[in-house]
């Protein structure tokens, strides 16, 4: 695995740990139904200016990952209950989160790395002004005064372009239209110039015109500060226009790992294969229907044995019985794209080519 | 807001004209459905063996020889442009707000309410800041430390609390604090503020820890299921997600939210206990608003229950309209 340690874009061969690097994760939260088991074992890494897209269905564990890099969750105590168990380790900028005090995570939340949420309209405080929570934002972690703090917030809002900042800064939430308030979200995000920037399901709530125009943003910004970025989402459509590696997640672990290239060109998980075929496309004749993947997510609690996807997999009898007991590998096909799945790498390459392609 | 305001004061006084009436067919119609006449009813008011002539005289000052509709009227004009009554030997002044004349301890209505208000503030504004503080603080720490030692403790105290009638707390704590070690004063003394504040806060202590211990546990209830609804809100993880410290995103931005229907709550139960807080003047022999409408209820003293009533009502209605006032500020999404 050293050889994928700087991720499948920025494999440079130096002997110097990523920006990011995750490794081994595990979250678990143990409920009185059992464990639950939301990220299972992921390694992934990230350098500043890089984006990074974790796709998979709601359940798959992308939010989980992307909640555990923040510390979010609340940390099971001694006897592990009470909250997440989380093992392996998150290096980010040479610390270890996963070891670090929970109140050292905390200077670093907001600061070195920053979330974008789902949906800015729940995601924001409805008692307190766009502006309050910017300026609160900012005053967390640098000691400046409220009226420093207030100009830095009509930047950012600026820089995310609102119109008017300088009245919009007290407006409340509910008094921002869908695009504005991620707009909003976004600024706050940015306000400490972090380093890491996590955007779960950024575009989600929003309509597809507003889309788009957020996802400029981000991009424009990423450029700007520099920054990481791990876009969450569910949408390959989004993960196409933004992401330079593309992890697909699937019951808590990395179904497929590769460069966005890759991912798209020559994907080889059949469950990639089915996220790809239920993308609706414009430059493509009509078909019939899309093709969803049939069945539905698995539980998290009780995990299909052997190979996750099985049950809801078309290439079961092709593996020789192994996919309901034994647990793929994640294994390279090639250099800086990993796969895990029982079919080989020539007979997956075979499927994609012949029966795959042509539907996509 | 100010339109809102003025519409919903025109509100409060149609309520209250609706109570005037429903109290008056209540106190003043209902027992004659019952097979009471006038006569019947004025004789309670005259001495034994009373002549023809003075039991029409007290039909005449209740006003029971006129028509329903007329008797109505008058006590609203009465209420607003006061009036004069006789009580057989001299004319009194009833100035506005006039709320009759009791013939049972011959005091005006309103200057009675009015010298036994400040014993039932007394009880309440000392109650309710110890059952907001209290409620509010220990359903806090219950929702923060949810299935700890402390949230099961509170939990079971706020059971007890809410199963606790005050007429059986007050003897147990007194009992002890009162009576055996005398560390408070026993129950029925009571001195008012201004002629010995530190007498009076020592009297208080049991009557306001009585009254504020079941509605303390009703709002620790109240506030530990707001705030875990408030703890798992979407904000509250960005709160987080920024950096905050606990302490902050506890405070500043689950528990905003979290407190505003809990004071729009209490408004309304604080009201309610300004209205006579009965149970706790009866077992402590306080004489406040809650105390007069029992002792006129027991006396069939017909214009003070009607008073008390109206008092009690106008409370309410008062505080409701403060109640929307208040959440109108407090919450930025809510437009008047």
Redesign the interface.
């Given at each position: 695995m050293t050889a994928d340690r700087r991720g499948p874009t920025s494999a440079n061969g130096s002997g110097e740990r990523p920006f990011l690097d995750v490794s081994d994760l595990r979250v678990q939260f143990p409920t009185d139904d059992g464990v639950v088991k939301s990220v299972d074992g992921i390694s992934f890494a990230l350098e500043r200016g890089k984006t990074l897209g974790i796709v998979g269905e709601s359940g798959s564990g992308k939010s989980v990952t992307s909640l555990s890099l923040?510390g979010?969750h609340r940390r099971a105590d001694r006897k592990g209950r009470?909250g997440a168990r989380i093992s392996g380790e998150i290096w980010l900028d040479g610390q270890d989160l996963v070891t670090a005090s929970p109140e050292e995570v905390?200077?670093?939340?907001?600061?070195k790395m920053?979330?974008i949420?789902?949906?800015p309209l729940?995601?924001?405080?409805?008692?307190y002004t766009v502006g309050a929570q910017i300026i609160?934002?900012y005053r967390?972690?640098n000691k400046v005064s409220k009226s420093v703090a207030r100009k830095r917030a009509i930047e950012l809002l600026e820089l995310v372009g609102i119109p008017q900042p300088n009245t919009r800064v007290d407006d409340?939430p509910?008094q921002f239209s869908g695009g504005m308030r991620q707009r909003a979200m976004i600024a706050?995000a940015l306000v400490c110039n972090p380093r890491l920037l996590i955007a779960d399901e950024p575009t989600t709530a929003l309509d597809v015109t507003v889309q788009a125009q957020i996802l400029d943003l981000m991009r424009d910004l990423q450029r700007e500060f520099d920054s990481a970025l791990i876009l969450i989402t569910h949408d390959l459509g989004v993960v196409a226009e933004l992401a330079d590696d593309i992890m697909v997640m699937y019951g808590g672990k990395a179904v497929e790992y590769g460069t966005a290239e890759t991912v798209f060109r020559q994907p080889e998980h059949p469950y990639t294969w089915g996220l790809l075929g239920s993308m609706p496309r414009i430059d493509r004749e009509v078909q019939e229907r899309l093709s969803p993947i049939r069945g539905n997510p698995p539980s998290l609690i009780n995990v299909p044995s052997g190979c996750a996807f099985h049950p809801r997999c078309p290439y079961t009898a092709e593996t020789g019985g192994r996919s309901d007991t034994e647990i793929p590998l994640l294994a390279a096909t090639s250099p800086g794209h990993l796969v895990r799945c029982h079919l080989g790498p020539a007979r997956r390459q075979e499927i994609f080519a012949e029966q795959i392609r042509e539907t996509l | 807001m100010l339109t809102f305001i003025v519409r919903r004061l025109f509100a409060v006084v149609g309520l209250l004209l609706v109570v005037a009436l429903v109290t008056m067919v209540i106190f003043y119609e209902m027992p004659q459905w019952g097979g009471q006449t006038p006569a019947t009813m004025a004789v309670q008011y005259v001495g034994k063996q009373p002549s023809p002539a003075a039991i029409q005289g007290v039909i005449h000052r209740f006003g029971f020889d006129r028509s329903f509709p007329v008797q109505y009227i008058d006590y609203i004009r009465t209420i607003v442009t006061g009036t004069t009554f006789s009580d057989g030997t001299q004319d009194i002044a009833c100035h506005a707000p006039c709320l009759g004349y009791s013939f049972r301890n011959y005091q005006q209505v309103w200057p009675t309410i009015l010298s036994d208000l400040p014993v039932t503030l007394s009880i309440a504004v000392g109650a309710g800041v110890l059952w907001l503080f209290f409620g509010v603080a220990s359903g806090l720490a219950s929702a923060v430390r949810k299935g700890s030692l402390l949230d099961r403790a509170s939990m079971v105290t706020a059971l007890l609390g809410i199963s606790l009638p005050v007429y059986f707390l007050a003897p147990l704590l007194s009992l002890p604090l009162a009576y055996r070690w005398s560390i408070l004063p026993a129950p029925g003394s009571y001195v008012g503020i201004l002629s010995d504040p530190g007498q009076w806060f020592l009297d208080m202590i049991l009557p306001w820890t009585c009254l504020a211990f079941g509605l303390a546990a009703l709002y620790t209830r109240l506030t530990r299921a707001g705030m875990l609804d408030v703890l798992s809100e979407d904000f509250v993880r960005t709160a987080r997600a920024k950096g905050l410290s606990e302490r902050r995103v506890i405070f500043k931005h689950a528990l905003r939210a979290a407190l505003t229907p809990i004071i729009t709550i209490f408004g309304m139960d604080f009201a309610t206990v300004l209205g006579g807080a009965v149970l706790v003047e009866i077992t402590f022999s306080m004489k406040g608003i809650g105390f007069l409408a029992i002792t006129s209820i027991q006396n069939g003293d017909f214009p003070m229950m009607m008073g008390v009533t109206l008092f009690a009502a106008a409370f309410i209605v008062l505080a409701n309209l403060l109640v929307d006032v208040l959440y109108a500020v407090a919450d930025p999404r809510v437009r008047l």
């Open positions: 923040l979010l009470g905390r200077r670093l939340r907001g600061e920053a979330m949420f789902q949906d729940s995601a924001m405080h409805p008692f609160e934002a967390v972690h409340f509910h706050m | -």
